[in-house]
């Protein structure tokens, strides 16, 4: 009985077994015949090869040298090379190779590393669709046509790929808005923050765009805020009256997003200072710290922007009394009404306070009262505060 058993479990592997090969050869042969038809279809071509064997010969150069061979070419094919190229952007692995990756486990392992030698790699694909985006970006606004798939593309399963596609989309231009406008309210948030980090590549192109981006700010997504914000920064003055508007009338967190989008701006000071004098003294304490950074960067030195910068220097938070500190340092002597009031934050119970204050000192200390300030910190006992107060340009004494 054991034999009959042991014939009969003998006779179902082997079975099994040739099932298993005549399957893998079929596929084999599916493959070979849909590389042999792909070599058939007509492509574009510069020196013989074409556009999609030049962006992977672009994608493995090491240096300036072996890639600008693969540059010129592809420049040359322009435009003409568009369709191989988004061919090559929705590449996945052939069926056929991905059930006898799946299924070569089963075989002798001679065998199996013949066949898999044979059918090729199971990463091609994915090197494939990163070169394809790659050369496209190349190509910029010539490779317009390429849009929709690009777009497409910003869901693919491996993250090289996707930030390639979106850094192409942004060098593509004004013809990508109308389709990332649409990603940016894509179901997936990679896919939204995608959209917005190729608009900020374009600059003001991305104009059309202001509104959908204004909408971003107001999403419960911190990096889609923070990337809407830098794309509006570059948009520029169209986008002044919309971050200005939220700066006022937001969220906490809208509101903080549309005042890094200011900073970032440079707008002009007499239309951005005045909602940020207000923004400088919310109820919240991040909106108040990041107002009194976006003046500090517009070096708004006016009168009204002293008084609540002083103000800020008795708030109740230490964070934002050292923030206020720091902007007042940087003004250097337009600060000079500042000085008795950072003067007795030299007796903060905040060392940080106490070491901006310093800082902000030794910035002022052209000012009689700054500079006396600075000599008494000198004789102190506080390693940093004396560290900062001694590089007071000129040699510190009492006046």
Known sequence: MLGISGALKYNAWSVKRRFYIGLIVWGGCALAAGVALWTLLPHTTYQGQTAVAWSLHLSRASDAQTREPA??????????????????LKTTDF?????IWARAGHLPSGLRSHILRWVGSSTTAYETRWAAARALGLLGPDAAKAVPALVSGLGDPQAEVRWEIARTLGRIGSNAVPELVWALDHGSAPVRRLAAYALSEMGPAAEPATAALLRRLEDTDPQLQATSALALAAIGRPALPGLLDRVEHSQDSTRLAAARALMLMNPPKRVAVPPLLRLARDREPGCRIQALECLGALYATNES?????????ADPLPQVRAASAGVLGKFGNAAAPAVPALTRLLND???????ASVSALSHLADIPTA?????KVAKGSDAEEHSTAAHVPEKLSPP
Request: glycine share 4%.
């Open 71 to 88: 540059v010129a070419a592809i420049k040359a094919m322009g435009a003409k090379s568009v369709p191989d190229l988004v061919k090559a």
């Open 349 to 355: 119970s905040c060392p940080e306070v106490r070491l």
């Open 305 to 313: 922007t002293l008084r609540v910068l002083i103000e800020c220097l």
């Open 371 to 375: 500079k006396a300030a600075l000599a």
């Open 95 to 99: 069926g056929a190779r991905k059930w």
